[in-house]
């Protein structure tokens, strides 16, 4: 496309915020090759249909298109139906991506605890057993296989279950579990509820909006507190509950003197392995006989969320860094698994050495070599995979590689259980010191701010920007996916941060606990834990008895996946409002609309809210959490000195 010509098209520092970013999409340019922020110029007249919600081609007397002159689709269906019924199937898409993830480590923990594990065992003994007691399981004297497999049949249940409510909706407050079961969306078997939505959505079945909608919160449900819920349990008892890690974020953590391996994706199994394998003295020594210096792995999105959690392996990028990463020309391998693998990466590494490897048979990539991870086997598939990296080692171009410099140290790791250890100690852990803090003014509410990068905004610039503007009104932040990366890229991730950007009240809780202002949680599957944490708090006691009580918003700055739209569906029937930074595709009608920007909060307690500006996010959150402050009845400005047993005794809680 030619810049001189076309004068919309944007300049690196404005489509990317960080150095690095901006570095490589400028060499992305010299190197003529094309990624998704130049695709998406490409694209820039989308059809406005699509973005209203009002096409419907969900049967072959279509593809129709409502406008004022056509109101209604072939069939008869209106805006309402065909938007409605358009939400429901990216939700329904959501979930099930993030319900497969989960099946897939339920059915690992099954292996495992059938001794057929090929190298997986459980890593958190204690993890097991704590989340065995919370479905009700018998632990005492009960042996470790022996429990693994029965919770494993208790979380299979959870998909397959046709009549009987999903067991993991238990550990929510039980007045939410009550309103859930009077509106009716208290959800059955995972499975279920996803066959149920496309079975809803085909012609001529489901027409009403209403009733579309009220599937689409259950739906959701089935996944933050089913499939998610339990991707994110299963994960910590297999590789262990994540605690407090230090690493580093942005492609400068690419070394020039070794082979430079990429995890992308999200399931934890293989990544796992790989890390493992990276520190095999094998794998040095063959590194070393290919004149590097040794194997350096790091990730891209979610997967690289998984294992910085728990190994501190550093985090290359997130979801719009991806081909980023290849145009470094310093990466000998990329290893894709499931979701936000963009089909594009094969094209890119075209015009470098890199090799992309898809992994697993249910996500092939055209151009990508396919090398199915045995998971009977999965060390040996790991260290083979790195083999492959160290020989095309020597296929790197020294004139094509810039790795850019910057990269910022951080600390990740917040498990629920983390978080509780941190702020009470080993024989106190608890939500209490938060609770206090929240309820003396100290801490003015919680924010999830969770979610993707979107080539639609500039790269981070929403996140940072809404992040630093709630840090300085006293919002604790708590971080997933790709705006936690977002986070650490730019240093927010450090208890120094602290110290720069946090409100008075803020940062004497977090100088008084040594933590960061904004707590990195984890992957997206990981959101369900941002609900563990508000229910803890809902626990502890003093901040109302359920979800829709507590001062605490979810917001989703730059997404753009269906995972996101289910995610957002599953805070919101949990009771917690969620700011959005882009819309649905639901302009197209006012009843869809009205109903998720307002009225879900009648049968809720909360509902979403569209802003595009940060600023004026910002604005709306503190908003909401000032409303529930004072419905509280702790919305009284904070005294300034530090709270002591005395001050605690003296609390009406
Ligand atoms: Ni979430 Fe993680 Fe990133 Fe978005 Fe994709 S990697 S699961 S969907 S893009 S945050």
Not at 529 to 554: F, H, I, M, W
Request: charged residues 25%; proline residues 4%.
């Amino acid at each position: 496309m030619d810049k001189e010509k076309d004068k919309t098209i944007r300049a690196a520092q404005d489509r990317a915020t960080d150095r690095a970013s901006i570095e490589t999409l400028e060499k992305a340019e010299r190197d003529c090759v094309t990624v998704s922020f130049f695709r998406m110029d490409q694209q820039k007249n989308q059809c406005g249909f699509g973005k209203s919600g009002v096409c419907c081609k969900i049967c072959h007397m279509g593809p129709c298109r409502i406008t004022p002159k056509a109101p209604r689709g072939v069939c008869g269906a209106d805006a309402d139906t065909i938007v409605a019924r358009n939400f429901l199937r990216e939700v329904a898409g959501g979930t099930a991506a993030h319900s497969d993830h989960g099946r897939h480590l339920v059915l690992l923990l099954k292996k495992i605890a059938e001794g057929k594990g090929g190298g997986y065992v459980i890593k958190d003994e204690p993890a097991l057993r704590r989340i065995a007691r919370e479905y009700g399981l018998e632990t005492e004297n009960v042996a470790t296989q022996e429990l693994a497999l029965q919770l494993a049949d208790v979380f299979l249940r959870d998909f397959t279950a046709q009549e009987e409510h999903l067991e993991t909706l238990k550990l929510a407050p039980v007045k939410r579990q009550a309103v859930w079961e009077r509106a009716g969306i208290a959800p059955e078997g995972i499975d279920r509820m996803v066959v149920e939505s496309m079975h809803r959505t085909h012609m001529g079945v489901d027409h009403d909006p209403h009733n579309i909608l009220l599937h689409s919160f259950r739906t959701a449900l089935a996944d933050g507190w089913g499939g998610s819920r339990i991707a994110s349990q299963v994960s910590d008892i297999i590789f262990g509950s994540p605690s407090p890690v230090k690493s580093a974020a942005n492609l400068g953590v690419l070394e020039k003197n070794k082979v430079n391996v990429l995890v992308h994706g999200h399931e934890p199994a293989l990544s796992e392995m790989l890390a493992a394998a990276a520190g095999d003295p094998e794998v040095t020594a063959r590194a070393k006989e290919a004149g590097a210096e040794g194997v350096n792995l790091a990730g891209i999105c979610c997967t690289a969320n998984e294992v910085l959690m728990r190994h501190g392996i550093a985090v290359a990028g997130n979801f719009l860094q991806q081909e980023l990463a290849i145009v470094t020309g310093a990466v000998e391998m990329m290893i894709i698994d499931v979701q936000c693998c963009m089909p594009g990466l094969p094209e890119v590494a075209a015009s470098y050495h890199t090799e992309i490897v898809s992994t697993s048979d249910i996500a092939k990539t055209v151009g990508a070599h396919h090398a199915a991870f045995n998971p009977d086997d999965a060390y040996a598939s790991a260290r083979d995979l790195l083999f492959r990296a160290i020989a095309n080692f020597k296929r790197r171009e020294p004139k094509k590689v810039f790795i850019p410099a910057a990269q910022s140290p951080l600390v990740a790791g917040f498990s629920v259980e983390a978080i509780k250890y941190m702020l009470g100690g080993r024989f106190r852990a608890s939500f209490r010191p938060l609770n206090d803090a929240i309820i003396q003014g100290r801490i003015r509410g919680v924010a999830g701010i969770v979610g993707c990068n979107n080539p639609k905004q500039q790269l981070d610039h929403y996140i940072n920007i809404l992040t630093k503007e709630l840090l300085k009104n006293n919002v604790l932040v708590l971080k997933t996916g790709c705006a936690a990366i977002a986070s650490a890229k730019s240093g927010m991730l450090t208890p120094e941060a602290a110290l720069e950007h946090a409100g008075a009240g803020l940062r004497e809780v977090c100088e008084a606990i040594g933590m960061p202002p904004v707590l990195h949680m984890g992957s997206c599957v990981d959101n369900s834990r941002l609900l563990e944490a508000a229910t803890e708090v809902v626990r502890e006691g003093g901040l109302g008895d359920d979800l829709s009580d507590v001062p605490v918003v979810g917001v989703a700055p730059e997404w753009m996946s269906e995972k996101a739209v289910s995610i957002g569906c599953y805070f919101v029937a949990s009771g917690v409002d969620v700011v959005l930074g882009n819309p649905f595709y639901i302009s197209g009608s006012e009843t869809v609309t009205n109903y998720l920007n307002g009225g879900s909060a009648e049968a809720f307690g909360a509902s979403f809210h569209l802003h595009e500006n940060p600023l004026e996010a910002a604005e709306a959150i503190l908003a909401i959490i000032d409303r529930r402050r004072e419905k509280l009845g702790i919305n009284k400005k904070a005294e300034r000195k530090l709270y002591d047993m005395k001050d605690r005794r003296e609390l009406d809680v």
